[in-house]
C-alpha cells in the first residue's frame, strides 16, 4: 500500500499531535498533583502514568511511520500496529484505575469493580490485536470475527461503569455527579471511535483511505480518551478536594461546592 | 524553492533561537511556580505547559528544516508549516486559559470568558492553516480568502480581551492593572505579527524572501507571546501574591502594593 503525499501529511501531523499532547499532559498532571488533596494524587499520577506510556507509543509510532512511508522509506519495513495494542494492553486497565480511584469509594467497593473491570480490559485489547492486525489466525479474513469478540467485554465494561459504578455515585455531591456523568460520556463517545476505525481498516485489501481513517481515528480517541479524559480526572480531584477541606478551597481560590 | 547560503543561516539561527527560549523557559517556569501562592501555581503550570509544547515542536521544526535545507538534504522531503498548526492549536487556547488564570476571577467568570475564547481560537488557527499550507482547497491560490477567514474569530478574540475582560479589570490593584494592560498590549502587538508573516509568504509562488520572512515572523512572534508573556504571567502572579499575602511579601522580599 501507498500513501498519496496528503495522505502522509495527515497522519505525520496527526502522530506528532499525538506525541505533543501526550507528554505535556504527562507532564503537566506530575507537577499539578500537588494541586489536590493527597487522598487524590494517585489518581493524577496514574492519569499521568497512563499518557505517559502513551507519549513513549507515539514516539515509536511516529518513528516507524517515517520508516515505512516517508521519503527515506526503509526496503521491507512494515507499519507496526502492535504499537497500538501494546499501549492498549497498558493503558485502559490504567484508565480504569484513575476512574475509580477518583471517586474514592470504599476499599471494598474498589476492589470488586476493579477485579472486573482489568480483566475485562485486558481481553477487550487482547482479542482485537488479531483482527487488526490481519493474522488471519482462524481464516483468511477473520478480523470481523476477532473484532466480534472484542466487543463482548467491551460492552460489559460499559455495563460495570454505567450500570454498576452508577450505584456509588449518589454518595458524590451534585456537581462531582455531573461532572462524572461528562466524563462516562467521554469515555462512550471516544471508546466508541476504536471500534469504528477498526472497522474502517477491516476490509480485505489494505487500502490509503481504510489505513489513513483507522491511524487518524485511533489518534484522536487516544488523545481525548487519555489527555482530555486524564484533565477531568483532574478536576473532579479538584472540586472533591474543595468539598473535603474548605482550607484548601480558600488557599487554592476554589468556589466551595 | 532553494535557499541561499545566508538565508539558510539566518532561519536556522531563529529556529534554534526558538529551541532554546522555549525550552528553558519551560524549565524555569516549572520551579519558579513555588515562588507565587498556591492559587496561581496553575496559571504558571499552564505557562510552562505552553513553552514546553512550543520546544517539542521547534526541535521537529528545526530537524525538518535541514532535512529539507541541510546539507544532506534528502530527496522528496517537505517543509512542513503543519508543525506551527499543530502547536498553536494546542498552545493558543492554553495561553487564554493562563491569561485568565492569573487573574483568579469567580469560577463562573472565568468560564464564560474561556468558552468564548477556546472555540475562537481553535477556528482561528484551524481556518489559517489551508491557506498557509497552500491546500488550494477552494481554488488555486487561495491563500487570502483562508486568511481572511481566520481574521474573523481573531478580531472576536481581541474584543473579548479588550471589552469583555476590561470590565472585570475593575477589581485589581493599580500595579496589577497597568501590568495586565502592558500584557494585552505584548499580545496585541505579537499577535499582529502572525498575519503579517503569513501574508508574506502568501504570493502565487513560493519565493526564498516571503519563506525565510514567514519564518523569522513566526518564530520572533512566537517566542514573545509564548516566552516573554508568560514571564509577564508570572511577574503579574508575583505581584497579586504579594497583595494578598502580607507574610508572602516579606518572606520573599516583596514589596506591598
Redesign the interface.
Known amino acids: 500500500m501507498d500513501l498519496s503525499?496528503g495522505g502522509y501529511?495527515v497522519v505525520?501531523?496527526v502522530l506528532?499531535?499525538g506525541?505533543?499532547?501526550m507528554?505535556?499532559t504527562t507532564?503537566?498532571l506530575f507537577?499539578?498533583k500537588d494541586?489536590v488533596l493527597p487522598k487524590y494524587r494517585m489518581a493524577i499520577m496514574v492519569s499521568a502514568t497512563v499518557t505517559g506510556i502513551a507519549a513513549y507509543h507515539y514516539f515509536r509510532m511516529f518513528d516507524n511511520f517515517i520508516e515505512v512511508f516517508g521519503?527515506?522509506a526503509v526496503d521491507g519495513a512494515t507499519y507496526n500496529v502492535g504499537y497500538r495494542y501494546v499501549d492498549w494492553f497498558l493503558t485502559v486497565p490504567l484508565l480504569l484505575v484513575e476512574t475509580i480511584a477518583v471517586l474514592a469509594l470504599a476499599a471494598a467497593v474498589q476492589r470488586s469493580l476493579l477485579v472486573r473491570l482489568i480483566p475485562a480490559a485486558a481481553l477487550m485489547i487482547g482479542l482485537g490485536y488479531p483482527g487488526d492486525a490481519r493474522l488471519d489466525l482462524l481464516y483468511e479474513g477473520d478480523a470481523s470475527l476477532w473484532g466480534l469478540f472484542s466487543t463482548i467485554p467491551f460492552l460489559y465494561i460499559l455495563y460495570v461503569l454505567f450500570v454498576e459504578l452508577g450505584k456509588s455515585l449518589e454518595r458524590q455531591s451534585a456537581p462531582v455527579q455531573r461532572r462524572i456523568k461528562e466524563l462516562r460520556l467521554l469515555l462512550l463517545a471516544t471508546w466508541g471511535v476504536y471500534p469504528i476505525a477498526f472497522i474502517f481498516n477491516m476490509g480485505a485489501v489494505a487500502s490509503e483511505g481504510g489505513f489513513i481513517a483507522r491511524e487518524v481515528g485511533y489518534s484522536i480517541a487516544d488523545i481525548l480518551a487519555k489527555c482530555l479524559f486524564g484533565l477531568m480526572i483532574f478536576s473532579i480531584a479538584r472540586m472533591k478536594s474543595a468539598e473535603d477541606d474548605a482550607e484548601f478551597a480558600k488557599?487554592?481560590?476554589?468556589?466551595h461546592a
Not at 488557599?251 to 468556589?255: L, T
Request: no cysteine; hydrophobic share 50%.
Open positions: 503525499a501529511l505525520y501531523n506528532s499531535l506525541i505533543a499532547s507528554l505535556f507532564i503537566f507537577f499539578a494541586r521519503p527515506e488557599v487554592e481560590n476554589r468556589e
